[in-house]
């Protein structure tokens, strides 16, 4: 591929290019020249859009896309298109599909359907076999299968002794260990966030406490242990000063943020929509607040769309029985133009990368062309029409969107949304 993009004002604070706008030369699948108004003497194809702004490529720690098992959700294939005109050249995929991935075969097969595509995939493996919680799945052989990291999506585990035997374990060959943070005894049967929402709406409730319990915990036992922790989702104001302190106190410990937890609240709960069902659930404004606040300042690492195809079947039924879970990718970053900065959020969305192990490709000459392309001036309403994945359960649908994604660069392909 050879391409020139013309006039884009580049947005990567690791690149001496930051906040200038220029031509981008690409050959090869590498950035050969950037400048202003490059000459175009072997009139290569050159690319110029409206308002254009690139960055480095963007990375989402938590997808879900259900193949193998659950095809009827989404496929890896598409759903790797829909990351690429979504601005993401990486992903990492969640390992709740049918059969759970669990062991180097599993890693195989999901890395094999994602060969040559334009998104990057990153399987995460289990930590337990199946997801049960009871013994450690194959981390060593997923590592060198190709798993970033291992965690049992939208599990806590429960066995406090089983998490510190992974962490322990993992640090021999620098493995990252995922833990969901969620008692299970405390949620109990609870479907949205305890407060005077759930009580209008008669609807069982999950308290904060549930969360910030199992943070605590887990990071009790990385400070006992040593080794690499990620926490993910968080979704409570104390969570994020748990964090902050454990960080404080130099502890390896990352978090992300769902983009939903950023820019809605319980309140969404008023209709019963099951659309706006989570795990974690939505929260109250002052947590709101408090996660962007832990995203401005630093503790917050990483933000992710935490994308969950779900169904129909599953998904349009009574409140208590849905499945938890809110497509994401396609709303992902117009939706978090309308609370954080541009910087910031360019910074939350390429960031993670190197906590997953996976390098950075700054936007300098030499560089590998890993880059997205997006407007962020636009304003829109999202729609059903915009979304690109199979599954259609957007919480999404009617907000308000600032910004545009054009679409990405990556492995020697341009992908146009």
Not at 138 to 152: H, I, Q, S
Not at 295 to 306: E, R, W
Not at 317 to 338: C, H, P, Q, R, V
Not at 351 to 367: A, D, M, P, V, W
Request: with cysteine; hydrophobic share 40%; proline share 3%.
């Amino acid at each position: 591929m050879k391409l020139i993009i013309r006039e884009a004002k580049i947005i990567d604070l690791q690149s001496s290019f930051h906040n200038q706008t220029v031509d981008l030369q690409i050959e090869n699948g590498i950035l050969t020249k950037i400048g202003s108004k490059l000459s175009n003497e072997k009139k290569i194809e050159e690319l110029k859009l409206d308002n254009l702004h690139v960055s480095q490529g963007w990375f989402d720690s938590s997808v879900s896309l259900g193949e193998p098992g659950f095809e009827e959700r989404e496929t890896i294939e598409n759903g790797l298109n829909v990351a690429a005109k979504s601005g993401f050249t990486a992903i990492a995929l969640q390992p709740n599909s049918n059969p759970i991935i669990d062991n180097q075969s599993q890693v195989n097969f999901v890395k094999s359907k994602a060969q040559n595509k334009a998104t990057d995939l990153y399987p995460i493996g289990a930590l337990t076999k199946n997801s049960e919680g009871k013994d450690l799945a194959e981390l060593y052989d997923m590592k060198n299968a190709g798993a970033v990291a291992f965690g049992d999506y939208g599990k806590n585990l429960d066995n406090s002794n089983l998490l510190k035997i992974a962490l322990q374990y993992t640090q021999d060959f620098d493995g990252l260990v995922i833990a969901f943070s969620q008692d299970a005894n405390i949620k109990g049967n609870g479907v949205a966030n305890e407060g005077i929402v759930s009580t209008r709406l008669g609807l069982k409730g999950i308290p904060n406490l549930a969360e910030e319990l199992l943070v605590a915990r887990n990071l009790f036992i990385l400070e006992y242990t040593g080794g690499k922790l990620h926490i993910p989702t968080i979704s409570t104001t104390k969570s994020v000063a748990l964090i902050k302190e454990a960080k404080a106190k130099g502890l390896p410990v990352t978090c992300s943020v769902a983009v939903h937890h950023l820019v809605m609240t319980d309140e969404k709960l008023d209709g019963f929509d099951t659309r706006y069902k989570v795990s974690p659930p939505l929260r109250k404004e002052v947590d709101r607040k408090a996660l962007l606040e832990g995203v401005l300042d630093g503790t917050i690492d990483m933000i992710t769309s935490d994308h969950n195809p779900i169904d129909i079947e599953h998904k349009k039924m009574e409140f208590d029985w849905a499945k938890n879970g809110t497509i994401g990718l396609e709303s992902a970053f117009g939706s978090l133009l309308t609370v954080l900065p541009l910087e910031v959020v360019v910074s939350k969305l390429t960031s993670g990368k190197s906590l997953f192990g996976i390098e950075n490709q700054i936007i300098n000459e030499g560089s590998k062309a890993t880059i997205t392309l997006f407007n962020p001036s636009t304003e829109s309403i999202f729609t059903k029409e915009n979304i690109l994945s199979k599954s259609k359960n957007s919480a999404f649908i009617g907000q308000t969107m600032k910004g545009k994604v054009y679409g990405i660069v990556n492995n020697k392909q341009l992908i146009l949304a």
